[in-house]
């Protein structure tokens, strides 16, 4: 039983040391290594793999991220009534396109009738107080007149004048005209900017009060934003100014440009991210208000290592690339990269301008 036991043994020893020594025996045929050195001993190994100088070119920073599109705050206006009263005509529909001082809607109500008959009051004592006061320069003039009079007058005449200027004051207030005004008409709302009518609830016939919702949106989509959050680390590639590329799912085949306008001069605590705004044009009007889009942020060209994606190789741990120091030595080098594109692989850590490498081929000596 002993002597069973000690043949199982050996003969798990020997295939121990067999397994060990097989792949070094294959190593040895082809190359050999040395802590990060590899040399290659048979030469037919160097026409497998391709080496290559690696590259010093110009490029972009680009930077990907998620955004959403939201109309310009100061290109959307929100319609309310400025009193309570009853709508009594429309001008408008759903989608139309408008500009700015066009009519919206119509609005009759006792508080724009006070106004109007303050205005006329108004312009009724300023005349009064005109008249009288040339009526003294009058008497002055022929010396019946006394100048006490004359100052009177004119004092009466000033606040005239001041309570007529606060009653054209109140009715420009209603966008209204007091040249075309007429005593008991309606009031005309009109578009504060130009854009297209994107929401209306105007009803005519409708009570509304001051306290009660907008009645229309007008909006100028011509321009929108389009706000992304980008990741703290990523900041430093973006600058205000710098051109950017929008695709939008819903057309796959659209690209839109724009340029960042803003950048947020705090992080979002919980996302770690800044707000970065960006005014797009949308003239084709393909940008919708809360629309998902992805963005790529485009810095200005510097020069930077780039290798072919080929060449790049990963451990455990990290990606490395082979650096030929001789006919046939190679070094293992630790590299870091930043992205790649069209095949290329931005190196930012590493290697060194001009480093020849495996290009092709290094899984050989893996």
């Excluded at 075309?180 to 009518?197: C, D, E, F, K, T």
């Excluded at 030929?324 to 850590?349: L, P």
């Amino acid at each position: 039983m002993k002597k069973r036991s000690f043949v199982i043994l050996l003969l798990l020893v020997l295939a121990a040391t067999s397994c060990k020594q097989n792949p070094t025996e294959q190593e040895n045929k082809e190359y050999t290594i040395n802590g990060d050195t590899v040399h290659i001993k048979d030469k037919s190994l160097l026409d497998k793999i391709k080496i290559s100088r690696v590259s010093f070119e110009p490029v972009v920073k680009e930077v990907i991220t998620a955004g959403t599109v939201q109309a310009i705050p100061t290109q959307f206006v929100y319609i309310a009534p400025p009193f309570s009263g009853r709508i009594v005509k429309s001008h408008v529909k759903l989608g139309q396109n408008v500009k700015a001082n066009t009519p919206l809607f119509e609005i009759t109500s006792p508080d724009f009738t006070s106004a109007q008959k303050d205005f006329y009051q108004a312009q009724s004592e300023r005349e009064l107080a005109q008249k009288d006061l040339r009526r003294k320069q009058d008497l002055i003039k022929n010396g019946v007149g006394s100048q006490k009079e004359l100052e009177e007058a004119q004092n009466v005449l000033n606040i005239a004048e001041k309570e007529y200027e606060n009653a054209v004051s109140a009715l420009k207030v209603y966008q209204t005209n007091p040249g075309n005004m007429v005593l008991g008409q309606a009031l005309v709302i009109r578009a504060p900017i130009s854009g297209n009518v994107i929401e209306t609830n105007i009803v005519t016939g409708q009570y509304i009060n001051s306290e009660s919702n907008p009645v229309a949106t007008v909006a100028d989509l011509s321009k929108v934003w389009v706000v992304a959050q980008v990741k703290e680390k990523d900041i430093r590639f973006i600058h205000e100014g710098d051109e950017m590329d929008i695709y939008i799912p819903a057309y796959q085949d659209k690209t839109v440009k724009g340029t960042v306008f803003y950048i947020d001069k705090s992080v979002d605590e919980e996302t770690r991210s800044i707000k970065v705004l960006s005014i797009c044009n949308n003239y084709e009007e393909l940008l919708k208000i809360g629309m998902y889009t992805t963005i790529h942020f485009l810095d200005k060209p510097t020069d930077c290592i780039v290798i072919p994606e080929k060449a790049l190789l990963q451990d455990e741990k990290n990606s490395f690339v082979f650096i030929q120091k001789g006919e046939t030595e190679f070094i293992k080098t630790v590299i870091e990269t930043s992205g790649s594109k069209d095949g290329k692989a931005i190196v930012t850590k590493g290697l060194e301008k001009n480093d020849v490498i495996i290009s092709e081929g290094g899984y050989y000596l893996k």
